[in-house]
């Protein structure tokens, strides 16, 4: 009786919707990285020669978000989250049926594309249907994209003991999305265009969206970089066979969404906020007892846990705050435009440290980025001036 009630209030139904979207564009691209051995030998070069697929996915990313807000405000959100659900569709299944490199590169990019509108069009309409406590909806939805993360590897292994085709996860996800997007297009709550400012008005916190878009650059590059050179750092720094670094990978990513969860929980009894820097206080201190651990397996397995349980919370509750701080559209935008950024140059600069320098640098790297955060974290938590309202006495003319 709970759930039929929740589904039939529109912003509870929209939100349960897009939960299942995040499920399965999670699924979907985390099954990437092992199919790709199985797509090199489909047509016919080395697996080094693929690294370029996920450039082109990330590249597709960018450019998704850049013209999201013109798309957006032509169709209605729902519109336009059905259409880059079924975008990303084509271009994953395009990946699993690749002819040559050039043609398997076309297909990630547009993939990337169709990713990049569901990311920014889900996050952005549950923002905007949660106003009071986005910070709760944002990481809850975010946590089922966790969830897809872990059980696409699952799913790809599974594929490839039983069938020796582990591109089958890509079917899957591929086709959850194409069956969720006329659900997506029937049901969900949405406006008929992007959110804009009302006439006049002022931004409550003019350069809150601009810190806090480089807080998630340095943020999302530092979570991507680290957990994907995560396995050679266990390796290097803690002697662990690959089997065994492998596993220590996953429980990161297991923190990552466990935090997710946990904010889930205190995002309705903390302010966003307060969710915040207790989070970016977690990452320092995870950061930390990575600089002290370099050779003790035990205290570099708490770090990684720490750090992963940290990090899960700060991407949902950033956005949270960049979109209720922001009257329009634009900012979250230009914010995501921002985070996604960080994963095409922080991930290089990590391996750059590890491979020639060694742990010691790639800890120093995220102490850094963690003091980083916190420094743009506390110059967009300031507090803010009341917005101007044009025709009060006190609202001088801009």
Avoid: H, K
């Avoid at 919707?17 to 047509?43: E, R, Y």
Wanted: glycine share 14%.
């Amino acid at each position: 009786m709970r759930f039929a009630r929740w589904f039939s209030a529109p912003a509870y139904r929209t939100a349960l919707i897009i939960c299942g979207v995040f499920f399965a564009a999670g699924l979907t691209i985390a099954a990437i990285g092992p199919s790709v051995p199985v797509l090199a030998a489909q047509i016919g070069v080395d697996t080094a020669a693929l690294g370029g697929l996920f450039t082109a996915f990330s590249a597709g990313v960018l450019v998704a978000q850049v013209g999201l807000l013109r798309v957006a405000r032509r169709l209605s959100q729902r519109a336009t989250l059905a259409a880059s659900m079924l975008l990303m569709c084509v271009g994953i299944l395009a990946v699993t049926q690749g002819v040559s490199l050039l043609g398997l590169f076309g297909a990630a990019l547009l993939g990337g594309v169709g990713f990049g509108g569901v990311l920014a069009n889900g996050n952005m309409m549950v923002a905007q249907l949660f106003p009071s406590g986005s910070a709760a909806a944002l990481n809850g939805i975010n946590l089922f994209f966790g969830v897809g993360s872990i059980v696409g590897p699952s799913l790809a292994a599974a594929a490839n003991a039983r069938l020796s085709a582990p591109q089958v996860a890509l079917w899957v996800g591929a086709g959850a999305m194409a069956v969720l997007s006329p659900v997506v297009l029937g049901l969900a709550a949405s406006r008929a265009g992007a959110a804009t400012s009302a006439p006049g008005a002022r931004s409550t916190a003019p350069a809150r969206g601009w810190l806090l878009g480089f807080l998630l650059l340095v943020y999302t590059g530092t979570e991507i970089g680290f957990g994907g050179w995560l396995t050679l750092y266990m390796v290097t720094s803690a002697a662990m066979d690959v089997a065994s670094a492998a596993l220590v990978v996953s429980g990161f990513w297991l923190a990552l969404t466990s935090g997710r969860a946990l904010a889930v929980a205190l995002g309705v009894r903390m302010s966003a906020q307060g969710l915040l820097r207790l989070c970016l206080g977690g990452v320092l201190l995870g950061a930390v007892l990575l600089a002290l651990s370099i050779g003790n397996l035990a205290l570099t397995l708490a770090g990684v846990l720490l750090l992963g349980l940290s990090c899960g919370p700060v991407f949902p509750t950033a956005l949270a705050l960049v979109a209720s701080s922001s009257q329009g559209g634009a900012a979250t935008s230009r914010a995501l435009i921002l985070g996604n950024s960080g994963g095409m140059i922080v991930p290089a600069l990590i391996g750059l440290l590890l491979t020639r320098y060694g742990p010691p640098a790639v800890v120093a790297l995220l102490v850094v980025s963690a003091l980083v955060m916190i420094g743009l974290g506390a110059a967009a938590l300031r507090p803010q001036p009341e917005p101007c309202v044009p025709g009060e006495a006190d609202c001088a003319p801009a």
